[in-house]
């Protein structure tokens, strides 16, 4: 009975350290797993806080405890680029993509390199591999549209950008991009369109109002154009150029207190833009302002001596408004060295008036 029992006693012992025998490896190996997450992360925020030595020292131990981790090979390679290595950030980043061939993103890492480096042909074919290996990877097509755009292939990249309208579409990116190509190419309506889906999704798009108020200055639909530089500049208060269009607007339909205004402010972010003295010039003189007018006008020729149409100007408010001629012709004088053409001036200073 007692043998019975010793036997008993060995074979259920025997079992026990075969059943045990594979989970000291599992335990040490799942252990190991846990620290190379923990490095990678670190690694991580580190990187998100800039300090990039430290980053890419987390991450090589990640690497090290985890060699198969593709996303830790990615993370290396985004710190390796960030430390202007982009030979070794092209290492990490296609090693990623051999340990994960449908790595997208890490497809879309290794193009944005070969873009700095300077190798088109090979950013175009990581990002397409990367569309190849997931159609709905936005931000590849969006970096293979302006690639082709920094080619010159404009009918490339509207292709492009109008294939990411399909996944996204109302991609603000995408959307101002397309209006900006076909505007170059004089389809006026195809790029009011997409400024039409752009800023009706994305009210505060500042530079798609702007855009809109441009194309629709030059069709001479001026209560659109104002319109619409007044939203780009509720957008973006600092969007000088609306600023002026729309002051530029205000003074051709005789309103000079809405033009002082926007002129006022486009000297407000950019006290050197000549163009917007000189408007004021203008205005003050109509509005009898004259000393105002005076200043602004010497203010614009200061900023721009070759500004010839300030220098006619000025030598109008010399003649007229100060009935002072000698100051005047100076103007004119210089007006005309500039190129400027105008028979009473020419009359005025004398023949050829050079």
């Given at each position: 009975?007692?043998r019975?029992?010793?036997y008993?006693?060995?074979?259920?012992?025997?079992?026990?350290?075969?059943?045990?025998?594979?989970v000291a490896?599992?335990?040490?190996?799942?252990?190991?797993?846990?620290?190379?997450?923990?490095?990678?992360?670190?690694?991580?925020?580190?990187?998100?806080k800039?300090?990039?030595p430290?980053?890419?020292?987390?991450?090589?131990?990640?690497?090290?405890?985890?060699?198969?981790?593709?996303?830790?090979?990615?993370?290396?390679?985004?710190?390796?680029?960030?430390?202007r290595?982009?030979s070794e950030?092209?290492?990490?980043f296609?090693?990623?993509v051999?340990?994960?061939p449908?790595?997208?993103?890490?497809?879309?890492?290794?193009?944005?390199?070969?873009?700095?480096?300077?190798k088109s042909?090979?950013?175009?074919?990581?990002?397409?591999?990367?569309?190849?290996?997931?159609?709905k990877?936005?931000?590849?097509?969006?970096?293979?549209?302006?690639?082709?755009?920094?080619?010159?292939?404009?009918?490339?990249?509207?292709?492009?950008?109008?294939?990411?309208?399909?996944?996204?579409?109302?991609?603000?990116?995408?959307?101002?991009?397309?209006a900006?190509?076909?505007?170059?190419?004089?389809?006026?309506?195809?790029?009011?369109?997409m400024?039409?889906?752009?800023?009706?999704?994305?009210?505060?798009?500042?530079?798609?109002?702007y855009?809109?108020?441009?194309?629709?200055e030059?069709n001479?639909?001026?209560?659109?154009?104002?319109?619409?530089?007044?939203?780009a500049?509720?957008?973006?208060?600092?969007?000088?150029?609306?600023?002026?269009?729309?002051?530029?607007?205000y003074?051709?339909?005789?309103?000079?207190?809405?033009a002082?205004?926007?002129?006022?402010?486009?000297?407000r972010y950019?006290?050197?833009?000549?163009?917007?003295?000189?408007?004021?010039?203008?205005?003050?003189?109509?509005?009898?302002?004259?000393?105002?007018?005076?200043?602004?006008?010497?203010?614009?020729?200061?900023?721009?001596?070759?500004?010839?149409?300030a220098?006619?100007?000025?030598?109008v408010?010399?003649?007229?408004?100060?009935?002072?001629?000698?100051?005047?012709?100076?103007?004119?004088?210089?007006?005309?060295?500039?190129?400027?053409?105008?028979?009473?001036?020419?009359?005025?200073?004398?023949?050829?008036?050079?």
């Amino acid at each position: 009975m007692n043998r019975l029992l010793h036997y008993r006693a060995a074979v259920l012992f025997a079992l026990c350290l075969a059943l045990a025998a594979p989970v000291a490896p599992a335990l040490a190996a799942a252990e190991q797993s846990d620290a190379a997450q923990r490095h990678y992360e670190r690694g991580a925020g580190l990187l998100r806080k800039g300090d990039l030595p430290a980053a890419a020292e987390a991450v090589r131990k990640a690497i090290e405890l985890n060699p198969s981790s593709a996303e830790a090979y990615r993370l290396l390679g985004q710190i390796l680029f960030k430390e202007r290595n982009p030979s070794e950030a092209v290492e990490a980043f296609t090693h990623a993509v051999k340990l994960k061939p449908k790595y997208a993103e890490a497809l879309n890492d290794l193009a944005e390199v070969y873009l700095a480096q300077g190798k088109s042909a090979e950013a175009e074919q990581a990002l397409t591999r990367a569309i190849d290996v997931n159609p709905k990877h936005a931000e590849s097509y969006l970096d293979l549209a302006k690639a082709y755009e920094q080619r010159h292939e404009s009918s490339d990249a509207l292709r492009t950008y109008q294939r990411l309208l399909t996944v996204v579409p109302n991609q603000p990116e995408a959307l101002f991009a397309l209006a900006t190509l076909y505007d170059g190419q004089g389809e006026a309506k195809a790029a009011s369109d997409m400024l039409r889906r752009l800023t009706k999704s994305n009210p505060k798009h500042a530079n798609g109002w702007y855009l809109n108020g441009r194309i629709a200055e030059r069709n001479n639909d001026l209560i659109e154009a104002a319109y619409s530089y007044k939203q780009a500049v509720a957008a973006k208060p600092d969007l000088v150029d609306a600023h002026y269009n729309l002051g530029f607007i205000y003074r051709s339909q005789g309103k000079p207190n809405e033009a002082e205004r926007e002129f006022l402010e486009v000297l407000r972010y950019r006290p050197e833009y000549a163009e917007a003295h000189m408007n004021l010039g203008v205005i003050y003189t109509g509005l009898n302002r004259l000393e105002e007018a005076e200043q602004s006008y010497e203010r614009a020729v200061e900023l721009k001596p070759d500004y010839a149409e300030a220098h006619y100007n000025l030598g109008v408010f010399y003649e007229l408004n100060r009935k002072d001629l000698p100051k005047a012709l100076a103007q004119y004088h210089r007006y005309l060295k500039l190129g400027g053409r105008d028979d009473r001036v020419e009359r005025i200073v004398g023949t050829g008036g050079r």
